[in-house]
């Protein structure tokens, strides 16, 4: 399977600085997402982003698919930011909607 | 339109028993695929169903297993539960049957095997 490699693993920050989370994977993919995980478990959607450009709000995404890397960039932190950031993608060589997911950025905001 | 939802939200439950938890897809999502997350890792895939049939599973023994219904209604069944099966398990539901749908996930159930 795809392997998804997600950087830095941890991130701690003042109210207000930027940041850049980094995902690299291994093979061509035809699906890659952004999530945020809530305290309480749920997996949020901020970005579907295959490939090109987004942006919502203080959150934007790029990706690089013929480089294999998306980078999610998040400005103006706030404490409500903090949680855990994953990465997922699904293998262009299959026929199933499985996601590989990386292991995550746990992102600390402090006010 | 309503999102994905999950029940119940915490299970406790002894080594052996066996378990179903429940998720409620988007309505005309015809795919539900199942994830488990252990404690500080990203989800791993379980298996996915498209129209009611399974059509693809991840490396999980057979005692794990699913249904899903006509109504966007599914269940994940685990046999036999053990010590390492305490996780978050989540399910996402997507439209469509193809790799490049946008999956969106239940707010999860919190499994404990004691």
């Known amino acids: 399977g795809i392997q998804v490699e997600q950087s830095p693993p941890d991130l701690i920050l003042q109210e207000g600085a930027n940041s850049t989370l980094r995902c690299n994977f291994s093979?061509?993919?035809?699906?890659l997402q952004w999530f945020h995980q809530n305290p309480w478990g749920q997996l949020i959607n901020l970005f579907y982003?295959?490939?090109g450009t987004k942006q919502n709000g203080r959150l934007s995404a790029t990706t690089v698919a013929t480089e294999r890397y998306s980078l999610l960039y998040i400005s103006s932190s706030q404490t409500t930011d903090s949680g855990v950031y994953f990465c997922?993608?699904?293998?262009?060589?299959?026929?199933?909607?499985?996601?590989?997911f990386g292991r995550g950025t746990q992102l600390t905001v402090w006010p | 339109e309503t999102g994905v939802t999950q029940s119940p939200t915490h299970l406790i439950k002894t080594r052996g028993q066996q378990v179903t938890l429940r998720c409620s897809s988007q309505?005309?999502?015809?795919?539900v695929s199942w994830y488990q997350q252990a404690l500080g890792q990203g989800p791993q895939f379980i298996f996915q169903?498209?129209?009611?049939?399974?059509?693809g599973r991840g490396n999980f023994p057979p005692r794990f297993s699913g249904l899903q219904f006509p109504n966007y209604s599914s269940e994940l069944n685990v046999n036999a539960l053990e010590l390492d099966d305490s996780a978050l398990y989540l399910c996402?539901?997507?439209?469509?049957?193809?790799?490049?749908?946008?999956?969106?996930f239940g707010p999860g159930t919190r499994l404990t095997v004691t």
């Open positions: 996402a539901s997507s439209l469509g049957y193809g790799t490049g749908d946008e999956q969106y």
């Open positions: 982003i295959p490939s």
């Open positions: 309505s005309g999502h015809n795919t």
């Open positions: 997922a993608v699904a293998d262009r060589g299959s026929t199933l909607g499985r996601l590989y």
């Open positions: 093979d061509s993919v035809n699906n």
């Open positions: 169903y498209y129209r009611e049939e399974e059509n």
